[in-house]
Nanobody
Framework: QLVESGGGLVQAGVSLRLSCAASGRTPSRYTMAWFRQTPGKEREFVAVINWSGGSTNYADSVKGRFTISRDNARNTVDLQMNSLKPEDTAVYYC???????????????????WGQGTQVTVSS
């Protein structure tokens, strides 16, 4: 089970930190990612981190502004979002994959567990 928290309404330029709490079978061994989705559009990859936390990958649109991290002792995955822009407005989803190990695989179909999503709204 994945539960996201930390979303909200913020102004452009500020920071926000999302957190995902994982529970269940060996979540510390799973590849974890964040995706986002806006109405009428497909779910979009944002960031991914491998099971050890040693490798990460980001969408070009967030590279340099967002940072993904994980704490396997607490079974949490965070997404630090800095310099937020109105185009970052979306529902953000935490995802876990029990079988993907290649962090270059950013397809949503590679992830078999999903959270319920948390809304992030950035006003201009």
């Amino acid at each position: 089970q994945l539960v996201e928290s930390g979303g909200g309404l913020v102004q452009a330029g500020v920071s926000l930190r999302l957190s995902c709490a994982a529970s269940g079978r060996t979540p510390s061994r799973y590849t974890m990612a964040w995706f986002r989705q806006t109405p009428g559009k497909e779910r979009e990859f944002v960031a991914v981190i491998n099971w050890s936390g040693g490798s990460t990958n980001y969408a070009d649109s967030v590279k340099g502004r967002f940072t993904i991290s994980r704490d396997n002792a607490r079974n949490t995955v965070d997404l630090q979002m800095n310099s937020l822009k109105p185009e970052d407005t979306a529902v953000y989803y935490c995802a876990a994959s029990s079988w993907v190990t290649d962090i270059q695989d950013t397809a949503a179909r590679a992830y078999d567990y999903w959270g319920q999503g948390t809304q992030v709204t950035v006003s201009s």
